[in-house]
T-cell receptor, first 116, second 113 residues
Framework: AQKITQTQPGMFVQEKEAVTLDCTYD???????LFWYKQPSSGEMIFLIY??????QNATEGRYSLNFQKARKSANLVISASQLGDYAMYFC?????????????FGSGTRLSIRP | SQTIHQWPATLVQPVGSPLSLECTVE??????LYWYRQAAGRGLQLLFY??????ISSEVPQNLSASRPQDRQFILSSKKLLLSDSGFYLC????????????FGQGTRLTVV
């Protein structure tokens, strides 16, 4: 069965410092994609970054980078130079291919708080 | 460009009343469509997904149903709402290829009273 695990319900980071949000996944499918989304208090889901299972390099998007360790089945999100606007819930997600269908499952999320 | 519309934004319904939430996608064809529910302070639970017209896969047995009458229209329904149906409902779409990311609607906050 496919599963996404986020073990940190809440994290604090000092403004301008870097923070790592943990995510581990489980799938037997060789082809999958990993995502991170940000959900601010408004409720919208904002796509941050994507990593494909066959990608050789770790994905980066501005201040976001994904530390992909395939053998350990982890896909941690690193946010550099934290800002007050980074306060939000962060969700790790995985897209798996099952037969002709395709579904995306989410972890339980991590609440990131910023200390000014 | 592609856009996704979900309405209404908020809804307060009495227990036992019916429900219909609608989601439409513009600017793409044959998308995968999804309905998620998010309880307060919790993660997203996949309720239904669809890979084509009339094709619905249910992830969790429950009081809800979904339909896809048109390629870019996805409807979440209930005949009789329960208190436990309260939550934040999100519709999403994705392509069948490419980076496979999902794009989300603005969500509907449903309160069953």
């Amino acid at each position: 069965a496919q599963k996404i695990t986020q073990t940190q319900p809440g994290m604090f980071v000092q403004e301008k410092e870097a923070v790592t949000l943990d995510c581990t996944y489980d799938t037997s499918d060789p082809s999958y994609g990993l995502f991170w989304y940000k959900q601010p208090s408004s409720g919208e889901m904002i796509f941050l970054i994507y990593q494909g299972s066959y990608d050789q390099q770790n994905a980066t998007e501005g201040r976001y980078s994904l530390n992909f360790q395939k053998a350990r089945k982890s896909a941690n999100l690193v946010i550099s130079a934290s800002q007050l606007g980074d306060y939000a819930m962060y969700f790790c997600a995985m897209r798996v291919l099952y037969s002709s269908a395709s579904k995306i499952i989410f972890g339980s999320g991590t609440r990131l708080s910023i200390r000014p | 460009s592609q856009t996704i519309h979900q309405w209404p934004a908020t809804l307060v319904q009495p227990v036992g009343s019916p429900l219909s939430l609608e989601c439409t996608v513009e600017g793409t064809s044959n998308p995968n469509l999804y309905w998620y529910r998010q309880a307060a302070g919790r993660g997203l639970q996949l309720l239904f997904y669809s890979v084509g017209i009339g094709q619905i896969s249910s992830e969790v047995p429950q009081n809800l149903s979904a339909s896809r009458p048109q390629d870019r229209q996805f409807i979440l329904s209930s005949k009789k709402l329960l208190l436990s149906d309260s939550g934040f409902y999100l519709c999403a779409w994705s392509l069948t290829g490419g980076t496979l990311e999902s794009f989300f609607g603005q969500g509907t906050r449903l309160t069953v009273v």
